[in-house]
């Protein structure tokens, strides 16, 4: 019964091949995230949605865009993947903003830049 | 500025032994949260436990337990009678009731061997 879901859990593409990253959610969560973790590293924080409202990072590249549509569902493009974006992207949902909810997280795709 | 430090890089231990991870935290916050999350070798971040900066009795769930210490500023996660499955990074991460982020550690790696 997963509840935060990421598709694909693997994903290949090319130098400066756009590529989309999908994450759905089953627990009706105001809150959405995106995160990149590369090998050996703690998860870092690109954006995120509170319902609608979208907070980018400020060192996160122009490079990341993202979309939510409705509820459920938030993609992250990556309009021109350099080999240094190869990493896991991890979504996480929270009922509410982190500072009173918790952040749960999806099984990550990886995405592999050749 | 908000810190989570896990001095532990790596850690192996035989099964069966009682193994305990260090996080330390610094915050300017009186209202904080502090969280635990494992992540396997499969990649997800499996939520743990959450803990408010106000709540400083420790936790036990089956063989984990936490040990909450704002007067030395550290929340550290032990697991007794290790077993294999344990095997995985355990991230610990702090948020600020004043902040959306939550900030990790740069995780520990657990290997246990059988």
């Known amino acids: 019964d997963a509840m935060v879901i990421q598709n694909p859990r693997y994903q290949v593409t090319q130098f400066g091949k756009p590529v989309t990253l999908s994450c759905s959610q089953t627990l009706n969560h105001n809150v959405m995230y995106w995160y990149q973790q590369k090998s050996s590293q703690a998860p870092k924080l690109l954006f995120h949605?509170?319902?609608?409202?979208?907070?980018n990072e400020a060192d996160t590249p122009d490079n990341f865009q993202s979309r939510r549509p409705n509820t459920s569902f938030c993609f992250l493009d990556i309009r021109s993947p350099g080999l240094g974006d190869a990493a896991m992207y991890l979504c996480?949902?929270?009922?509410?903003?982190?500072?009173?909810?918790?952040?749960?997280f999806g099984p990550g795709t990886r995405l592999t830049v050749l | 500025a908000q810190k989570v430090t896990q001095a532990q890089t790596e850690i192996s231990v035989v099964e069966k032994e009682d193994v305990t991870l260090d996080c330390v935290y610094e915050?300017?916050?009186?209202?904080?949260?502090l969280f635990w999350y494992k992540q396997p070798p499969s990649g997800e971040l499996v939520f743990l436990i959450r803990?408010?900066?106000?709540?400083?009795q420790n936790e036990i769930s089956g063989r984990y337990s936490w040990n909450f210490q704002k007067s030395t500023s550290s929340f550290n996660f032990t697991i007794t009678a290790s077993q294999v499955v344990d095997s995985a990074v355990y991230f610990c991460?702090?948020?600020?009731?004043?902040?959306?982020?939550?900030?990790f550690g740069k995780g520990t790696r657990l290997h246990i061997l059988p």
């Open positions: 803990r408010n900066s106000f709540d400083e």
């Open positions: 949605y509170y319902d609608k409202d979208f907070n």
């Open positions: 991460a702090l948020s600020e009731a004043s902040d959306d982020k939550i900030i």
């Open positions: 915050t300017r916050d009186t209202t904080y949260y």
């Open positions: 996480a949902t929270s009922r509410d903003l982190t500072s009173t909810d918790t952040q749960y």
